[in-house]
């Protein structure tokens, strides 16, 4: 069996807090030695779903939650609820804590002597197998307290580990007049534990944690009562699944996170979790990113172009195909020569500013290779150098270097933009209509920040996996991406909007402290930009004015 083979098993922890006099602690479990994860190291309890947990008859004992419910929650046809149902059974079994109604509709107290030695009873029989959690409820009338469970995180352990679990993670306030005790099987000890302190401890080496504690814990730590944790798990929130991945660079191996600007490039590149893609951009260094696809960045680091402008080779035969050969500089264009071994035919450009265009009348002269894409306006900001020996259209397919690439004009950033969809493996080089880690500065007049919503929005049409943009590493979920550009667009429009009902008639210089207030400073003289681009569009719009310079509704 391949690792790529293995399929995770469902599984189900709860995190237990309570307030104490210096802030949350939380309930930490100690594994044995010979548990198959993790040995000795301290986490919360949980464990593998069983086939019980589905058990009809317990889903009906459930308080506050339907399987239909937990199910839509998850993103799952059926099942959900046996996942709430598996961290209530497992916290029972691990560590002594029930929550569920009693028939007064209260927690059992099992700090009470005889309430406690009936539950330690039942507790070791369920653990022995002689007893099942419905037939438990049943008996003694008890319904699961799934009500006092929020939702708190989902891990997915790496395709490259020998054992795989899909765990969901839940968060509750421990119950009162009960007391933690490990089973002495699976757990050796307990600790109530403030969040911090457990992370202090595990720097010092004290104790041992299993990264998505780690990781649990950090998020705990930042909260100072249990009203302010579980008011935080219930909002609503977008909840990625957690899945680490491990990538190499030149500081040794690290663990990526969804988030991460490298995370979905490791993922695609390395399915199986070998460890061998890199987490890092290196000017110079060429990056395989299909049997196609190459990518060979600039030495161009900076403020607006991130890690620098990536260039893109297409092609594996005696042709190749160039997007975006970037800035003149000797050294970039010589390990373009080199990595293409001088069959360079095509050079396309998305548009012509100077960090994207300027090497590609270098390489044309030393290869002969055909200039195709959109000319330059008539701006200084723009690379009046290049000359497009075929210009071209929004919608026309080009066959380059054995690749078919189908154009996309998408003015916006550059009234000259283009991005290029390959189309057989749904990989859009964006250029700079989409870059990564941060939005684009659109500058009047060949900058139309009308021109970018709709070429946006044409985007959404489209059936892309990935996006190559020039400056940083692959992306994936394109729509949401541009879903969350829209709407960033839409949010600072609307700080527009507020500014000039607030400050009235307004110069830009007035306007840009409060529109971009969360924006570096240093940044300012850019966001102004993109701050005048907003206002053309309203002003289109009849939805502002301008005189002599000052702006109002």
């Given at each position: 069996?391949?690792?790529?083979?293995?399929?995770?098993?469902?599984?189900?922890?709860?995190?237990?807090?309570?307030?104490?006099?210096?802030?949350?602690?939380?309930?930490?479990?100690?594994?044995?030695?010979?548990?198959?994860?993790?040995?000795?190291?301290?986490?919360?309890?949980?464990?593998?779903?069983?086939?019980?947990?589905?058990?009809?008859?317990?889903?009906?004992?459930?308080?506050?939650?339907?399987d239909a419910a937990a199910s839509r929650l998850f993103n799952l046809e059926r099942g959900g609820l046996a996942y709430w149902i598996a961290a209530i059974r497992e916290c029972f079994e691990e560590a002594g804590l029930l929550l569920a109604?009693?028939?007064?509709?209260?927690?059992?107290?099992?700090?009470?002597?005889?309430?406690?030695?009936?539950?330690?009873?039942?507790?070791?029989?369920?653990?022995?197998?002689?007893?099942?959690?419905?037939?438990?409820?049943?008996?003694?009338?008890?319904?699961?307290?799934?009500?006092?469970?929020?939702?708190?995180?989902?891990?997915?352990?790496?395709a490259g580990r020998p054992r795989r679990y899909d765990t969901r993670f839940f968060i509750a306030v421990a119950p009162q007049a009960q007391s933690p005790s490990h089973d002495d099987g699976e757990t050796v000890g307990n600790i109530w534990?403030?969040?911090?302190?457990?992370?202090?401890?595990?720097?010092?080496?004290?104790?041992?944690?299993?990264?998505?504690?780690?990781?649990?814990?950090?998020?705990?730590?930042?909260?100072?009562?249990?009203?302010?944790?579980?008011?935080?798990?219930?909002?609503?929130?977008?909840?990625?699944?957690?899945?680490?991945?491990?990538?190499?660079?030149?500081?040794?191996?690290?663990?990526?996170?969804?988030?991460?600007?490298?995370?979905?490039?490791?993922?695609?590149?390395?399915?199986?979790?070998?460890?061998?893609?890199?987490?890092?951009?290196?000017?110079?260094?060429?990056?395989?990113?299909?049997?196609?696809?190459?990518?060979?960045?600039?030495?161009?680091?900076?403020?607006?172009?991130?890690?620098?402008?990536?260039?893109?080779?297409?092609?594996?035969?005696?042709?190749?195909?160039?997007?975006?050969?970037?800035?003149?500089?000797?050294?970039?264009?010589?390990?373009?020569?080199?990595?293409?071994?001088?069959?360079?035919?095509?050079?396309?450009?998305?548009?012509?500013?100077?960090?994207?265009?300027?090497?590609?009348?270098?390489?044309?002269?030393?290869?002969?290779?055909?200039?195709?894409?959109?000319?330059?306006?008539?701006?200084?900001?723009?690379?009046?150098?290049?000359?497009?020996?075929?210009?071209?259209?929004?919608?026309?397919?080009?066959?380059?270097?054995?690749?078919?690439?189908?154009?996309?004009?998408?003015?916006?950033?550059?009234?000259?933009?283009?991005?290029?969809?390959?189309?057989?493996?749904?990989?859009?080089?964006?250029?700079?209509?989409?870059?990564?880690?941060?939005?684009?500065?659109?500058?009047?007049?060949?900058?139309?920040?009308?021109?970018?919503?709709?070429?946006?929005?044409?985007?959404?049409?489209?059936?892309?996996?990935?996006?190559?943009?020039?400056?940083?590493?692959?992306?994936?979920?394109?729509?949401?991406?541009?879903?969350?550009?829209?709407?960033?667009?839409?949010?600072?429009?609307?700080?527009?909007?507020?500014?000039?009902?607030?400050?009235?008639?307004?110069?830009?210089?007035?306007?840009?402290?409060?529109?971009?207030?969360?924006?570096?400073?240093?940044?300012?003289?850019?966001?102004?930009?993109?701050?005048?681009?907003?206002?053309?569009?309203?002003?289109?719009?009849?939805?502002?004015?301008?005189?002599?310079?000052?702006?109002?509704?």
């Open positions: 069996m391949t690792k790529t083979q293995i399929v995770p098993k469902p599984a189900a922890t709860l995190i237990l807090v309570r307030d104490a006099v210096h802030g949350i602690e939380v309930l930490l479990l100690q594994r044995g030695m010979g548990a198959a994860v993790g040995g000795g190291a301290y986490v919360f309890p949980g464990g593998v779903l069983e086939s019980t947990d589905q058990d009809e008859q317990l889903a009906s004992r459930c308080v506050g939650m339907t109604y009693d028939e007064n509709d209260e927690i059992p107290a099992l700090d009470d002597t005889d309430t406690g030695n009936r539950f330690a009873d039942l507790r070791n029989k369920l653990n022995a197998g002689e007893l099942m959690l419905a037939d438990m409820c049943s008996n003694y009338n008890l319904r699961l307290a799934t009500d006092r469970l929020a939702y708190f995180d989902h891990w997915i352990t790496g534990i403030r969040p911090a302190e457990a992370l202090e401890r595990y720097r010092a080496g004290e104790i041992e944690l299993i990264f998505p504690t780690f990781k649990s814990l950090e998020l705990l730590a930042g909260f100072n009562d249990t009203g302010a944790m579980m008011e935080y798990a219930c909002a609503p929130r977008p909840m990625a699944s957690m899945s680490p991945r491990t990538a190499a660079g030149r500081d040794g191996p690290h663990l990526l996170f969804p988030g991460d600007f490298a995370y979905a490039e490791v993922a695609k590149l390395d399915p199986e979790e070998i460890g061998n893609v890199s987490y890092e951009i290196l000017p110079g260094v060429a990056t395989r990113l299909s049997d196609k696809v190459r990518r060979i960045t600039a030495p161009n680091p900076g403020v607006m172009t991130g890690p620098g402008t990536n260039a893109y080779l297409l092609g594996a035969g005696d042709e190749i195909a160039l997007i975006d050969p970037g800035p003149a500089d000797d050294g970039h264009v010589q390990t373009l020569l080199e990595e293409a071994k001088g069959r360079i035919r095509w050079i396309l450009v998305t548009h012509t500013h100077f960090d994207h265009s300027p090497a590609a009348e270098i390489l044309r002269a030393k290869t002969g290779a055909q200039l195709l894409g959109q000319p330059s306006p008539p701006d200084a900001r723009y690379d009046q150098g290049f000359r497009p020996d075929r210009v071209l259209a929004h919608g026309e397919r080009i066959r380059v270097a054995g690749c078919s690439l189908r154009v996309i004009h998408t003015p916006g950033h550059a009234s000259n933009h283009l991005c290029y969809l390959l189309e057989d493996e749904r990989l859009l080089f964006t250029g700079d209509h989409i870059m990564q880690g941060s939005t684009v500065v659109i500058s009047p007049p060949y900058g139309d920040m009308a021109a970018y919503f709709a070429s946006l929005r044409l985007l959404q049409q489209e059936d892309i996996a990935y996006l190559a943009p020039g400056h940083g590493f692959l992306m994936d979920k394109p729509q949401e991406m541009v879903e969350r550009l829209l709407l960033h667009r839409m949010e600072r429009e609307n700080k527009v909007l507020k500014a000039l009902r607030e400050l009235g008639p307004a110069t830009l210089e007035g306007l840009l402290p409060t529109v971009y207030k969360d924006v570096p400073a240093r940044m300012h003289p850019v966001a102004v930009r993109s701050l005048h681009a907003h206002l053309i569009k309203l002003k289109a719009e009849q939805r502002a004015a301008e005189r002599d310079g000052h702006w109002s509704r």
